[in-house]
T-cell receptor, first 116, second 114 residues
Framework: GENVEQHPSTLSVQEGDSAVIKCTYS??????FPWYKQELGKRPQLIID?????GEKKDQRIAVTLNKTAKHFSLHITETQPEDSAVYFC???????????????FGQGTILTVHP | KAGVTQTPRYLIKTRGQQVTLSCSPI?????VSWYQQTPGQGLQFLFE???????NKGNFPGRFSGRQFSNSRSEMNVSTLELGDSALYLC?????????????FGPGTRLTVL
């Protein structure tokens, strides 16, 4: 089955700096890669996603890049703010069919701390 | 639209008991997936339901089961609770569970097994 590795496990930056979180996946059939942000005691919230027919997607201060050949994707947050502090999870999902429905395989998470 | 809701939000049970958790998806969403979140194992997929049918199942023992009703609401049941079942149980809904459907999470049910 799919395996997703996420690095780093913790990341500490100063306000205004950029933060980069990287994930690798194992199954070349995966074609959907969402990123979730989870604040303490709250539900995971989708912040950005990318589909395998796209190499990069940007939404204001957040961007995601995908390298299908190398099977890795990354989250980039620019001009970080203290409210960006949270746990970030990457995930991968296989194309539909067979046993892949509904199953997101998650990375282990990155604790991002943005210091004022 | 109202988001995904889960009840109850907190549960305390003792070993050997059973528990039922409920999830109401976003209106119009027909796929409901369940995940277990623990500090050690992270977010792990339990199962997914669509149109009252289980379409996919993760690597959990048979003590974990679920069902979905005609209105797409879903329940999961854990029988013969063990200490290791203590976790945050999250459900997520999507339109159809297709490969590129976005999954929206509920707030979770925090289960503590004593």
């Amino acid at each position: 089955g799919e395996n997703v590795e996420q690095h780093p496990s913790t990341l500490s930056v100063q306000e205004g700096d950029s933060a980069v979180i990287k994930c690798t996946y194992s199954d070349s059939a995966s074609n959907y890669f969402p990123w979730y942000k989870q604040e303490l005691g709250k539900r995971p919230q989708l912040i950005i996603d990318i589909r395998s027919n796209v190499g990069e997607k940007k939404d204001q201060r957040i961007a995601v890049t995908l390298n299908k050949t190398a099977k890795h994707f990354s989250l980039h947050i620019t001009e970080t703010q203290p409210e960006d502090s949270a746990v970030y999870f990457c995930a991968a999902k296989q194309s539909a069919g067979g046993t892949s429905y509904g199953k997101l395989t998650f990375g282990q998470g990155t604790i991002l701390t943005v210091h004022p | 639209k109202a988001g995904v809701t889960q009840t109850p939000r907190y549960l305390i049970k003792t070993r050997g008991q059973q528990v039922t958790l409920s999830c109401s998806p976003i209106s119009g969403h027909r796929s409901v997936s369940w995940y277990q979140q623990t500090p050690g194992q992270g977010l792990q997929f339990l199962f997914e339901y669509f149109s009252e049918t289980q379409r996919n199942k993760g690597n959990f023992p048979g003590r974990f089961s679920g069902r979905q009703f005609s209105n797409s609401r879903s329940e999961m049941n854990v029988s013969t609770l063990e200490l290791g079942d203590s976790a945050l149980y999250l459900c997520a809904s999507s339109l159809s569970g297709a490969s590129t459907d976005t999954q929206y999470f509920g707030p979770g049910t925090r289960l503590t097994v004593l």
